[in-house]
């Protein structure tokens, strides 16, 4: 009986050893399980912490990278700026210079012109004071020349008539001097032009007659001209 009961006993104790093994697994398990979350949790946490301090320190780089990077892009800008300010400055300051060269060059080029002008003006008045003095001069000459050349034609006409005078007073005194010469003149030459020449039939002596015809005649001629121009 009491073999039939430890032998049940065993048996009860072997099929329940199964069941105990299930439950002490299933008791592990949930002891297990929770230290499991607790780990995985930790580890978590440990790699949570572990991404934030990458983060953290991935920010920090980031953020120092990018105050280097804001700060070299101010200082650019800021140079920049500054050149830039420089240059407008250089170029509004030529900008000023060459409005003042051009505007003493105006007024220098308005002196010029205005000195010119005046240059010009004087010239022109002494130009215009010398040609009306030649002018006068020349006029006044040619009114010297002109009375001069007046009183020379008018001596020299009433030197003309006067020798005229002179010279018909004389040929008349010679025509009166020359008087009875002039007659018997002018005799002779009505002679000779109132010779009758001879007959004559031969042509030589025809020709020779002619001849002394005509230089009688010619001397008539001369002998009357020497009556007009005693």
Request: no cysteine.
């Amino acid at each position: 009986m009491a073999v039939t009961n430890n032998r049940r006993t065993q048996m009860d104790t072997t099929e329940a050893l199964p069941a105990i093994a299930r439950e002490l697994t299933a008791a592990i398990e949930e002891i297990e399980e929770p230290l499991k979350a607790k780990k995985q949790a930790v580890d978590d946490e440990r790699e949570r912490a572990k991404r934030a301090v990458e983060e953290a320190e991935r920010a920090a780089v980031e953020a120092q990278f990018r105050a280097e990077r804001e700060a070299e892009e101010a200082r650019l800008k800021a140079a920049r700026e500054a050149e830039e300010a420089r240059l407008r400055a250089e170029r509004e300051a030529e900008e000023r210079r060459l409005a003042a060269e051009r505007e003493a060059q105006r007024i220098e080029a308005e002196r010029l012109a205005a000195e010119r002008a005046r240059i010009e003006a004087e010239r022109r008045a002494v130009e215009e004071a010398r040609r009306k003095a030649e002018i006068e001069e020349a006029a006044r000459q040619a009114t010297i020349r002109a009375e001069r050349e007046a009183a020379e034609r008018a001596e020299q006409e009433r030197q003309a008539a006067e020798e005229a005078r002179i010279r018909e007073l004389e040929r008349q005194a010679r025509i009166e001097a020359l008087r009875p010469d002039a007659e018997k003149l002018a005799a002779f030459a009505d002679a000779i032009e109132t010779l009758a020449p001879p007959d004559v039939r031969d042509p030589a002596a025809a020709k020779a007659l002619g001849d002394a015809l005509s230089a009688l005649g010619a001397v008539a001629a001369k002998l009357r001209a020497a009556l007009r121009e005693p």
